[in-house]
């Protein structure tokens, strides 16, 4: 069985970095696509970044030029460096793998960003 967990999240100033981990289990890592979504209060969830088996990798436009998705098979992780954070990032933060080994999600991990 396919298992995700993130961890990283919390409060941080706005312009401040959070780095969010998102550790997996069950699954030919390497295989799969990882991304990154997240839900703010109120709103649907949103993909924010991810990286596909091969490396591509594709960001969203409010994480351009400020967030880095990275992964690691040998630790089967994958990582987001949020940099310049500002209150329209507060949210809870999901990772997903996604591929040949299916489909699974994360419980989240809870950013927020204060002024």
């Known amino acids: 069985q396919v298992q995700v967990a993130e961890s990283g999240g919390g409060l941080v100033q706005t312009g401040g970095s959070l780095r969010l981990s998102c550790a997996t289990s069950g699954s030919i890592f390497s295989r799969n696509a990882v991304g990154w979504y997240r839900q703010a209060p109120g709103k649907q969830r949103e993909v924010v970044a991810y990286?596909?088996?091969?490396?591509?990798?594709n960001y969203e436009d409010p994480a351009k030029g400020r967030f880095a998705i990275s992964r690691n098979n040998d630790k089967e992780e994958v990582y987001l460096q949020m940099n310049s954070l500002d209150s329209e990032d507060t949210g809870v933060y999901y990772c997903r793998l996604f591929g040949r080994d299916g489909d699974a999600w994360g419980q989240g991990t809870q950013v927020t960003v204060s002024s």
């Open positions: 990286i596909t088996s091969t490396g591509v990798i």
